[in-house]
């Protein structure tokens, strides 16, 4: 009923979802894990549909997708998280002030999403840049 293998056409088509719910009367959606469990639309969206999401949030779920925004959060904490620089100054040469503030090796990634995509290891200065 949800829809063929693909996951794109099924398991990631909320509409599809949200007939499957009223369909079954179900109360509550439990998301698995991938697909639309870090989704924070798809968790409001069942709110304003009267289901309940078991799961985190939606503002957690926004806060974990930022890499930046929950070492800031962790580090609050008290949780021990690796030294790095996780501030909103962008621009390469400060990047680089702190990548010298660390110490080489560093690992260069982006804040949001990724999934590993474009990190990469700068084993010294003269690297940064490349």
């Known amino acids: ?4 293998a693909p996951a794109v056409d099924s398991y990631l088509k909320v509409d599809h979802l949200l007939e499957v719910a009223k369909y079954t009367k179900a109360q509550a ?7 639309l469990s870090e989704n924070a639309d798809f968790v409001e969206t069942l709110g304003q549909k009267g ?5 985190p949030p939606a503002d957690a779920i926004r806060k974990m997708g930022s890499k930046s ?24 040469d ?3 002030k702190e990548a010298k503030r660390i110490g080489f090796p560093v690992m260069l990634k982006a804040a949001l999403g990724g999934g590993g995509k474009g990190m990469r290891i ?7 840049f490349d």
């Open 122 to 128: 700068v084993n010294q200065e003269s690297e940064f």
């Open 94 to 96: 400060a990047l680089l």
């Open 69 to 92: 925004e929950s070492k800031k959060i962790m580090e609050k904490a008290g949780v021990p998280i690796l030294p790095g620089y996780h501030g909103d100054e962008q621009a390469p």
């Open 29 to 35: 959606i439990h998301p698995g894990y991938g697909f």
């Open 1 to 4: 009923m949800v829809g063929p």
């Open 51 to 55: 289901l309940v999401f078991v799961g």
